[in-house]
């Protein structure tokens, strides 16, 4: 990865001094944006409109929750499928059933009294977890569920809790279960206290969101591993980051959406981690995953974001809560409270 050095004495990606390969529209955007920046600093709007507005990037169909049918195990519910998804599920009679159940009233999401549920002879974690992934695969490969990843997900109602089974990560949208992820604020501080934080630039060939911008370290939260032993295995794989240093990040926050595209819907909840990093830290990245880091003033940070979309949406979000954590977003601002609930409007449990 070629690096040179800033007007900042700071070492920049070639994706900042211009010797990388062809940018998409999105790294225009960036470079556009950073064309406005100086090295005395910026001033900012007072305005949180395009704050919100990223937040609202991640809550997306509101009006549509109820078009969608409640999924239950063990008459629990888990998770909500719309019914042009239901119809692919009805085939597998021996995995999935769909049934009139009584409906709750206070349900916040269904008007139908559909269920769609397990068939009753799978009742263990692993019977469910190979029956529903059988069938799965096989809607993977007539191009129902695309991307297919090799990693599971709980289907859980709570985080901690016992799962029902595993559910291929992919196929999460499609079954509205709730799923979790790990997201850290890479950060570094100068001789004089300024603050920068580090950008990674998601690689062209990442089947969701490529070439925007992204964490040092962040990544879905798969069955078996706990928080902090996530934490650890994304920082070695995207970053180089080694366990010693990885060890000292620390859980400062979390941040939920609900977020309807189509018969998909999201139910994230992300766990904030910061970690502070030496000026001279040099990332490496080994999955493939990242195109190339940057590290840039946090007042960068903040026009960055209230200029372009250019980072992945829910990155944005965590990068938000940093702001407001750190002190860069004041509650003198107009719409401050407003943002600050914004950022778990999912259900955080």
């Keep these: ?90 085939p597998f009679s021996d995995v999935f059933a769909v049934t009139k159940g009584k409906r709750d009233d206070a349900d916040s999401y269904a008007l139908s009294d559909t269920v769609v549920t397990l068939h009753h002879d799978l009742k263990s974690e692993a019977d469910r977890t190979s029956s529903v992934n059988r069938c799965l695969k096989t809607l993977n490969e007539k191009g129902i569920i695309p ?44 001789s004089n206290g300024k603050r920068y934080l580090w950008v990674a630039r998601r690689s062209m060939n990442k089947q969701t969101f490529p070439g925007m911008l992204d964490h040092v370290v962040a990544g879905g939260q798969s069955v078996g591993l706990s928080v902090r032993e996530n934490v650890i295995k994304e920082c070695e794989e995207e970053a180089s980051i080694c366990q010693e240093i990885a060890e000292r990040a620390l859980p400062v926050s979390a941040v939920s959406y609900e977020d309807i595209d189509s018969s998909r819907f999201k139910r994230d909840v992300l766990f904030c981690y910061d970690l ?51 002190g860069y977003i004041a509650p003198d601002q107009p719409g401050y409270l407003e943002l600050l609930s914004s950022l778990r409007q999912g259900e955080c449990s």
């Design 147 to 190: 991307g297919w990843r090799d990693e599971m997900y709980p289907v859980v109602n709570s985080f901690g809790a016992s799962p029902f089974f595993s559910l291929e990560r992919a196929a999460v949208p499609y079954f509205g279960t709730k799923a979790y992820g790990v997201h850290m604020n890479g950060f570094s501080v100068d």
């Design 1 to 90: 990865m070629s690096v040179s050095t800033s007007a900042y004495g700071l070492r920049l990606p070639a994706l900042l001094t211009g010797n990388s390969r062809s940018r998409d529209s999105v790294s225009k955007n960036v470079c556009a944006s950073m064309s406005m920046y100086s090295s005395s600093g910026a001033s900012f709007s007072s305005d949180l409109t395009p704050y919100i507005n990223h937040v609202k990037r991640c809550n997306r169909g509101k009006e549509e929750r109820k078009s969608f049918v409640p999924f239950l195990v063990d008459n629990v519910k888990v998770g909500f499928i719309h019914p042009s998804f239901m119809q692919h599920l009805i």
């Design 276 to 326: 502070e990093l030496p000026l001279d830290f040099k990332p490496f990245n080994q999955d493939g995953e990242v195109d190339s880091f940057m590290v840039l003033p946090v007042e960068e940070i903040k026009q960055i974001l209230e200029s372009t979309e250019s980072y992945k949406p829910n990155c944005a979000l965590v990068v938000i809560d940093f702001l407001i954590r750190h």
